[in-house]
């Protein structure tokens, strides 16, 4: 069974609409997704902080110190992994998790990063011309693994 679908009941195009409202609020019109540019906008208009955590056995998470709003994320892990980590870390704060996440509240997530490192109306016009996924999956600074499961969902294979 694939790994998305025990979260049905998850709201995905809410988590995905919410995803394309960033992308437009903050100005990408290309990709790779300019994660920083992404970051500055959540800064100015969430004051939401980032910072590099000492995690051993995480990727990321999101946290409040001094009532600020703040995405911890390992340094230790591959540039590719780190994106999808802090993406779907910006998914629960706007999505307003709490930190104890439940299954639907990480598929949301999960389906917010997928859609803002991956937005469909690019794929759309991306995969006909690239089907390549390993190929198309460096276009978008995103795994090979999470492209696919990300087409799937979509639909477009
Ligand atoms: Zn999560």
């Known amino acids: ?20 409202k960033l992308l437009k609020d903050a100005q990408i019109t290309e990709v790779p997704v300019n994660l920083r540019k992404v970051l500055d906008y959540l800064k100015t208009r969430h004051d939401l902080e980032i910072w590099r955590f000492p995690f051993k056995e995480m990727d990321g998470m999101l946290v409040t110190i001094d009532g600020q709003p703040t995405i911890g994320f390992n340094p230790d892990t ?18 307003g998790h709490t930190c104890n996440s439940n299954e639907n509240a990480e598929a949301e997530a ?12 690019f794929l759309k016009v991306d995969f006909p011309n690239e089907p390549d ?25």
């Open 133 to 157: 996924l390993e190929k198309l999956s460096y276009r978008y600074i995103v795994s090979k693994e999470a492209l696919t499961w990300h087409l799937m969902d979509c639909r477009l294979i």
């Open 78 to 95: 591959s540039w590719v992994r780190r994106r999808f980590t802090i993406a779907h870390e910006i998914g629960h704060f706007l999505m």
């Open 1 to 20: 069974m694939r790994k998305s679908e025990p979260h049905l009941r998850a709201n995905v195009g809410g988590a995905r609409n919410i995803a394309r």
């Open 110 to 121: 999960g389906q917010f990063a997928a859609e803002l490192l991956m937005p469909l109306a």
